[in-house]
C-alpha cells in the first residue's frame, strides 16, 4: 500500500490565482524544502524560485552550480533545465515557489499597461539569461512565518492574504535583482473627486469658497460635485463647507478669548449668528456654552 508524501507544513500544492489589472499572478506550488528531499534534474513552462531559510545547498542550472546561504535566492526563468543537489550531509532549509505571470486581453488603465510592461520586459531578460542570483537586504523569514500561519488559523479572507503574501515574496525578490525605477507615477484607478473637493475645503474654508470653484478646479461640473458628496458624506457641498468651518471654530474658542463673530469671520463664515446655529444643530450646545464646556475639561 502506499505511503502519503509528509511535507513540511508550509507545502501548498493548489493553484492560486492573484488578479491584478492586466495579469494573473498564478501560484502552482509551495514548499518548505529540507536537503534529505533530492530535487532531480527538471524542466517546466513555468518560473520558481529557491529561497534559502537556513545552512547552505546548491542550485544547479544547465551545469552552473551556486551554492546559497541563507536570504539568498535564485529567481529561474522558464524551461531551464535545474536541480537542488542532493547533499543530506549539509543540514539546510529552503522555500521554494513555482509560479506564472499570464496575461490578459481586457482593456486596462494605461497605468496598469506600463507597470506590466515593466514587470514583462525585467522577466524577459530572467528567462534569456536563465536565472538570476541576489541576496535580501531583509529577510524574508517573518513573511514566510505569516504565509505558514494563514492556513492554520483560517481567519477571514486568510486564502486571499496568503496569495497577496505570495505576491509580496515575489517582488520583494524580484526588487533585489532587478535595480530599475518604475515609469509609473500615478497609482491604478480613478481620482477620488468626492475627497479632492473636500481637501479643497481644507485648504481655503478661510475663503469666500463655493460649488463652481471648486467643480472648475477638478473640471467636473457643480452637480457631479454635489451627487458626490450626498453619496460619501451625506449632505451637500455646502452644508460640508460650512460644518468643516464649524469644526475650525472649535479651535479659535478653545486656544482664544475672541468673540462668537470674530471667531466666524475667521473661518469664512458670514455671521455669528450661523456658527451659533451650526453649533446648536451639531453639538447641541451655543458656542459659548461649548467653549465653557471643554475649557473646564482641560
Same mark, same amino acid.
Given at each position: 500500500?502506499?505511503?502519503?508524501?509528509?511535507?513540511?507544513?508550509?507545502?501548498?500544492?493548489?493553484?492560486?490565482?492573484?488578479?491584478?489589472?492586466?495579469?494573473?499572478?498564478? !501560484?502552482?506550488?509551495?514548499?518548505?524544502?529540507?536537503?534529505?528531499?533530492?530535487?532531480?534534474? =527538471?524542466?517546466?513552462?513555468?518560473?520558481?524560485?529557491?529561497?534559502?531559510?537556513?545552512?547552505?545547498?546548491?542550485?544547479?542550472?544547465?551545469?552552473? /552550480?551556486? @551554492?546559497?546561504?541563507?536570504?539568498?535566492?535564485?529567481? %529561474?526563468?522558464?524551461?531551464?533545465?535545474?536541480? !537542488?543537489?542532493?547533499?543530506?550531509?549539509?543540514?539546510?532549509?529552503?522555500?521554494?515557489?513555482?509560479?506564472?505571470?499570464?496575461?490578459?486581453?481586457?482593456?486596462?488603465?494605461?497605468?496598469?499597461?506600463?507597470?506590466?510592461?515593466?514587470?514583462?520586459?525585467?522577466?524577459?531578460?530572467?528567462?534569456? *539569461?536563465?536565472?538570476?542570483?541576489?541576496?535580501?537586504?531583509?529577510?524574508?523569514?517573518?513573511?514566510?512565518?505569516?504565509?505558514?500561519? *494563514?492556513?492554520?488559523?483560517?481567519?477571514?479572507?486568510?486564502?486571499?492574504?496568503?496569495?497577496?503574501?505570495?505576491?509580496?515574496?515575489?517582488?520583494?525578490?524580484?526588487?533585489?535583482?532587478?535595480?530599475?525605477?518604475?515609469?509609473?507615477?500615478?497609482?491604478?484607478?480613478?481620482?477620488?473627486?468626492?475627497?479632492?473637493?473636500?481637501?479643497?475645503?481644507?485648504?481655503?474654508?478661510?475663503?469666500?469658497?463655493?460649488?463652481?470653484?471648486?467643480?472648475?478646479?477638478?473640471? @467636473?461640473?457643480?452637480? =457631479?460635485?454635489?451627487?458626490?458628496?450626498?453619496?460619501?458624506?451625506?449632505?451637500?457641498?455646502?452644508?460640508?463647507?460650512?460644518? !468643516?468651518?464649524?469644526?475650525?471654530?472649535?479651535?479659535?474658542? %478653545?486656544?482664544?478669548? *475672541?468673540?462668537?463673530?470674530?471667531?466666524?469671520?475667521?473661518?469664512? %463664515?458670514?455671521?455669528?449668528? /450661523?456658527?451659533?446655529?451650526?453649533?446648536? *444643530?451639531?453639538?447641541?450646545?451655543?458656542?459659548?456654552?461649548?467653549?465653557?464646556? =471643554?475649557?473646564?475639561?482641560?
Amino acid at each position: 500500500m502506499l505511503k502519503e508524501y509528509e511535507p513540511n507544513p508550509m507545502y501548498h500544492n493548489y493553484v492560486i490565482t492573484n488578479t491584478f489589472p492586466c495579469f494573473d499572478f498564478v !501560484i502552482h506550488y509551495t514548499e518548505l524544502m529540507n536537503q534529505s528531499i533530492p530535487v532531480f534534474p =527538471h524542466r517546466h513552462d513555468l518560473y520558481e524560485i529557491f529561497y534559502g531559510v537556513e545552512g547552505t545547498f546548491e542550485f544547479e542550472c544547465d551545469g552552473k /552550480v551556486e @551554492v546559497l546561504g541563507p536570504q539568498e535566492f535564485v529567481l %529561474l526563468g522558464k524551461n531551464c533545465s535545474h536541480r !537542488i543537489r542532493y547533499t543530506p550531509e549539509c543540514p539546510a532549509t529552503y522555500f521554494t515557489m513555482i509560479f506564472d505571470i499570464e496575461a490578459k486581453t481586457t482593456p486596462a488603465p494605461l497605468e496598469a499597461e506600463l507597470e506590466y510592461g515593466e514587470l514583462i520586459e525585467v522577466m524577459a531578460h530572467i528567462d534569456k *539569461e536563465k536565472y538570476r542570483r541576489g541576496r535580501c537586504r531583509q529577510s524574508q523569514r517573518p513573511l514566510l512565518d505569516q504565509i505558514d500561519r *494563514e492556513p492554520t488559523q483560517h481567519q477571514l479572507g486568510w486564502l486571499s492574504q496568503t496569495g497577496m503574501l505570495y505576491c509580496q515574496f515575489f517582488f520583494n525578490l524580484l526588487r533585489e535583482v532587478a535595480h530599475v525605477t518604475s515609469q509609473v507615477k500615478d497609482p491604478l484607478g480613478y481620482k477620488n473627486i468626492g475627497l479632492t473637493a473636500s481637501k479643497y475645503i481644507h485648504a481655503n474654508y478661510t475663503e469666500d469658497l463655493n460649488i463652481d470653484m471648486v467643480a472648475q478646479m477638478l473640471n @467636473v461640473t457643480p452637480r =457631479h460635485i454635489n451627487r458626490l458628496f450626498q453619496d460619501m458624506f451625506g449632505s451637500s457641498f455646502a452644508r460640508t463647507v460650512n460644518i !468643516i468651518r464649524m469644526e475650525y471654530a472649535k479651535q479659535h474658542l %478653545l486656544s482664544t478669548n *475672541e468673540s462668537v463673530e470674530r471667531i466666524a469671520a475667521r473661518v469664512g %463664515l458670514p455671521s455669528g449668528k /450661523v456658527l451659533t446655529k451650526l453649533f446648536n *444643530e451639531q453639538e447641541g450646545v451655543s458656542p459659548a456654552k461649548y467653549r465653557t464646556l =471643554h475649557q473646564k475639561r482641560s
